[in-house]
């Protein structure tokens, strides 16, 4: 089985990246000020022999130090970057190899419980393209609202100026916390697909979520996540770096349960090395 996407890859020290952290450490010794800067603000694609040996450094560090907000402020700098604004057009084929056919059962079961919940607000975080966000307003009945919150401004511009939207969806670029903390409203189905939550550290989550549930009910999340091949949620509710990508395996069923919500739903699919999980989850 590949590792690609695992714990392990994510802790791994192979000669190459043993030789990397060391130049790494050296250089970072000596240029404490560059340091500091790039541990504030991580590039996540550094140009240059120094700031690519500090990141190199930084991103060992950060993983045997739990430094989890170092991480967060890496996944922001790709995601507001180039990497965000390419995501969608390399990745459009997603919306019918995965989310349509993959996830089909867990798209019923959303379509069921939200029969019972009655949600009359959509809010997806994490966006990009807005192929979902514009089928589940046109596919849960009562959606008064529809916004789609994403950190990428290129990306939020092409959305906002394509006609190829449902015209109850608005578009917005934020950071999906800072949004919801100010925005979120009662009564709303909360959408995140293929991968977004892993890119907030727990902290942040057990925020969002505690906010939802005690401050927004009645609520609905429905949350399609990939996870670590060998992240094994009965050992731990740890969120754990994972892949090359140093994202976090989240213990979703912990998470929702223990910030207030009741898991309805639960389905896994697998891959060859990683997997995706569902969860739709209501407030209690």
């Not at 505690?210 to 670590?228: D, K, Y």
Request: hydrophobic share 35%; proline share 3%.
């Amino acid at each position: 089985m590949s590792s690609l996407l695992s714990i392990e890859t994510a802790s791994e020290a192979s000669l190459k990246k043993r030789t990397a952290e060391c130049i790494g450490r050296i250089v970072s010794t000596l240029s404490p000020g560059r340091t500091k800067m790039l541990y504030e603000t991580p590039q996540s694609t550094p140009s240059g022999f120094v700031d690519k040996a500090i990141m190199a450094f930084l991103k060992r560090n950060a993983i045997q130090n739990h430094q989890e907000g170092f991480f967060e402020r890496l996944h922001k700098d790709f995601w507001q970057g180039k990497g965000g604004e390419v995501f969608s057009s390399n990745c459009d084929n997603r919306f019918n190899d995965l989310f349509l056919t993959r996830q089909k059962d867990d798209i019923t079961a959303l379509k069921k419980t939200c029969l019972e919940t009655k949600p009359k607000h959509l809010v997806e975080f994490g966006c990009s393209g807005g192929a979902v966000l514009n089928y589940l307003t046109q596919s849960i009945e009562g959606i008064d609202s529809a916004t789609g919150i994403e950190i990428n401004q290129e990306q939020v511009r092409r959305n906002q100026t394509s006609d190829e939207f449902d015209s109850r969806i608005d578009f917005v670029c934020d950071d999906g916390g800072d949004w919801l903390l100010a925005n979120g409203q009662p009564q709303s189905l909360f959408v995140s697909n293929g991968g977004v939550l892993e890119y907030f550290r727990r902290e942040r989550l057990d925020q969002m979520l505690t906010h939802i549930s005690q401050q927004l009910g009645p609520a609905t999340f429905f949350a399609i996540e990939p996870v670590a091949c060998d992240h094994d949620f009965d050992q731990t509710n740890a969120s754990i770096p994972f892949g090359n990508e140093l994202s976090f395996s989240h213990n979703y069923p912990n998470l929702f349960q223990s910030n207030g919500f009741d898991v309805v739903h639960r389905s896994v699919v697998e891959f060859e090395s990683w997997k995706m999980l569902a969860i739709i989850a209501v407030t209690r």
